[in-house]
């Protein structure tokens, strides 16, 4: 079946499949081209259409009920008030639909394994679900299988997602206002710079989701499982005004300078106070007291600490590349699995220059500090003072460490040796 019309005449004859006229027979076709396809209330429901392309269809008010779309293409697509209850919706593609007031309960859009000749031989490949863009306001997608979707930047207000299967699922940038996820399984879930507003989590499982620039200040998540979530805060309440400033440092992030503010505290005490979880990208802590303060599981990437005093410090588990710590006093401090590597300097359009920023801890004191598993990669150790710390499983690749003193650090310990310095006299 290669032309539209007989498309056509496949489709009205399913018509009266569904209504079990005579004459009528069930729609069965791989990879059609239904593209710009332009209909409303009609039925495919049972229809068997793997892979077909319904791109910049119109197609309102359209029942798909039961049938087989797998690995099917509806990009730009509008199916305003269409229905895909019980659907096989295995990687599918509705980037950017217009998906209003339409009803996803119990469709299954887990990713899909297709098969593709790769140099003359077949390979299987996963394919996930994507839906990065799309307009699902007012949606139903109760008990629908979502794991692993992309839904990136999806509009999501009024959504009944109750008991919804989201594993895993992208929901970075997403607006879930007033949403409801009541009994969802959001573990391990991006939920990064999404919109909360209002959204009800009732009894959802929120373990391990990244949360990371979201305003929690109009959820309840008291009702919800958020152990292992990054960017929950479990310690005592920031100060307003340190709050406020990381509520404009967050919309600076996720408007990509936009809206907001980078965080500057140049030169405050912030001693003791908890800012594990947060996105610091690129925030500034030149000359800050912060003894004892928490930073586990942050995002610091080309954050600046020259200067700063951080004894006691605890970054456990922080992404640090490109970090500025010319100076800074860590005696002490616990930095267990930091990664501290360069960052790739990008021009205006995005494209990588062959350049990057590299860590840079010259001249810092890391006396006593805790770098079991820390990855050093070309990072500068020019005159850094690291008696007597615990490099455990520690990697030292290409890095500058002209000066630096290790004395008293077991770097036997160490997965890979410091080049330049003699492990005998380590």
Same mark, same amino acid.
């Given at each position: 079946?290669?032309?539209?019309?007989?498309?056509?005449?496949?489709?009205?004859?399913?018509?009266?499949?569904?209504?079990?006229? %005579?004459?009528?027979?069930?729609?069965? @076709?791989?990879? *059609?081209?239904?593209?710009?396809?332009?209909?409303?209330?009609?039925?495919?429901?049972?229809?068997?259409? %793997?892979?077909?392309?319904?791109?910049?269809?119109?197609?309102?008010?359209?029942?798909?009920?039961?049938?087989?779309?797998?690995?099917?293409?509806?990009?730009?697509?509008?199916?305003?008030?269409?229905?895909?209850?019980?659907?096989?919706?295995?990687? @599918?593609?509705? *980037?950017?639909?217009?998906?209003?007031?339409?009803?996803?309960?119990?469709?299954?859009?887990?990713?899909? $394994?297709?098969?593709?000749?790769?140099?003359?031989?077949?390979?299987?490949? $996963?394919?996930?679900?994507?839906?990065?863009?799309?307009?699902?306001?007012?949606?139903?997608?109760?008990?629908?299988?979502?794991?692993?979707?992309?839904?990136?930047?999806?509009?999501?207000?009024?959504?009944?997602?109750?008991?919804?299967?989201?594993?895993?699922?992208? /929901?970075?940038?997403?607006?879930?206002?007033?949403?409801?996820?009541?009994?969802?399984?959001?573990?391990? *879930?991006?939920?990064?710079?999404?919109?909360?507003?209002?959204?009800?989590?009732?009894?959802?499982?929120?373990?391990?989701?990244?949360?990371?620039?979201?305003?929690?200040?109009?959820?309840?998540?008291?009702?919800?499982?958020?152990?292992?979530?990054?960017?929950?805060?479990?310690? %005592?309440?920031?100060?307003?005004?340190?709050?406020?400033?990381?509520?404009?440092?967050?919309?600076?992030?996720?408007?990509?300078?936009?809206?907001?503010?980078? /965080?500057?505290?140049?030169?405050?005490?912030?001693?003791?106070?908890?800012?594990?979880? $947060?996105?610091?990208?690129?925030?500034?802590? !030149?000359?800050?007291?912060?003894?004892?303060?928490?930073?586990?599981?942050?995002?610091?990437?080309?954050?600046?600490?020259?200067?700063?005093?951080?004894?006691?410090?605890?970054?456990?588990?922080?992404?640090?590349?490109?970090?500025?710590?010319?100076?800074?006093?860590?005696?002490?401090?616990?930095?267990?699995?930091?990664?501290?590597?360069?960052?790739?300097?990008?021009?205006?359009?995005?494209?990588?220059?062959?350049?990057?920023?590299?860590?840079?801890?010259?001249?810092?004191?890391?006396?006593?500090? !805790?770098?079991?598993?820390?990855?050093?990669?070309?990072?500068?150790?020019?005159?850094?003072?690291?008696?007597?710390?615990?490099?455990?499983?520690?990697?030292?690749?290409?890095?500058?460490?002209?000066?630096?003193?290790?004395?008293?650090?077991?770097?036997?310990?160490? /997965?890979? %040796?410091?080049?330049?310095?003699?492990?005998?006299?380590?």
């Amino acid at each position: 079946m290669t032309t539209r019309k007989e498309l056509y005449e496949a489709i009205r004859l399913h018509q009266a499949f569904v209504a079990r006229k %005579p004459g009528g027979k069930r729609l069965q @076709v791989r990879n *059609a081209n239904l593209s710009r396809l332009k209909v409303r209330r009609i039925t495919l429901a049972d229809a068997v259409l %793997p892979g077909t392309n319904f791109i910049q269809a119109v197609m309102h008010d359209v029942r798909f009920d039961f049938a087989d779309l797998f690995a099917s293409n509806f990009v730009e697509a509008d199916l305003e008030g269409s229905f895909f209850n019980r659907a096989d919706m295995r990687g @599918v593609n509705m *980037a950017r639909c217009r998906l209003c007031d339409t009803d996803f309960t119990e469709a299954d859009l887990r990713a899909g $394994s297709i098969i593709i000749l790769d140099a003359g031989h077949e390979k299987s490949v $996963s394919r996930r679900s994507d839906l990065s863009g799309a307009d699902l306001s007012g949606a139903k997608m109760w008990g629908a299988n979502l794991a692993n979707t992309n839904m990136s930047g999806t509009k999501l207000h009024n959504v009944d997602m109750s008991e919804a299967n989201m594993f895993a699922v992208n /929901l970075e940038g997403a607006d879930l206002s007033g949403c409801r996820l009541t009994g969802a399984k959001l573990k391990n *879930a991006n939920l990064k710079g999404a919109r909360l507003k209002y959204t009800d989590l009732t009894g959802a499982d929120l373990s391990g989701v990244n949360l990371r620039n979201v305003d929690l200040s109009q959820v309840d998540l008291s009702r919800c499982n958020t152990s292992g979530a990054i960017g929950v805060k479990r310690g %005592p309440k920031l100060p307003d005004s340190i709050q406020e400033r990381i509520d404009r440092h967050a919309a600076w992030i996720s408007s990509e300078g936009q809206t907001g503010s980078p /965080l500057n505290v140049a030169g405050e005490d912030l001693s003791g106070i908890d800012l594990s979880g $947060s996105d610091l990208t690129g925030a500034c802590f !030149d000359n800050c007291t912060l003894r004892e303060t928490k930073f586990m599981d942050a995002v610091l990437i080309l954050a600046s600490f020259r200067n700063a005093n951080l004894e006691g410090a605890k970054f456990t588990g922080a992404h640090c590349s490109g970090i500025r710590m010319m100076g800074a006093k860590l005696d002490r401090a616990v930095l267990m699995g930091v990664h501290m590597g360069p960052v790739a300097q990008r021009d205006a359009t995005g494209s990588a220059t062959g350049e990057s920023w590299k860590a840079d801890l010259s001249d810092a004191s890391l006396l006593q500090c !805790d770098l079991r598993n820390v990855k050093f990669v070309e990072v500068r150790l020019r005159n850094t003072l690291l008696n007597g710390a615990n490099v455990s499983g520690a990697t030292f690749k290409s890095c500058d460490v002209d000066g630096a003193d290790f004395e008293g650090c077991n770097m036997q310990a160490a /997965l890979t %040796p410091v080049m330049g310095k003699s492990l005998d006299k380590a």
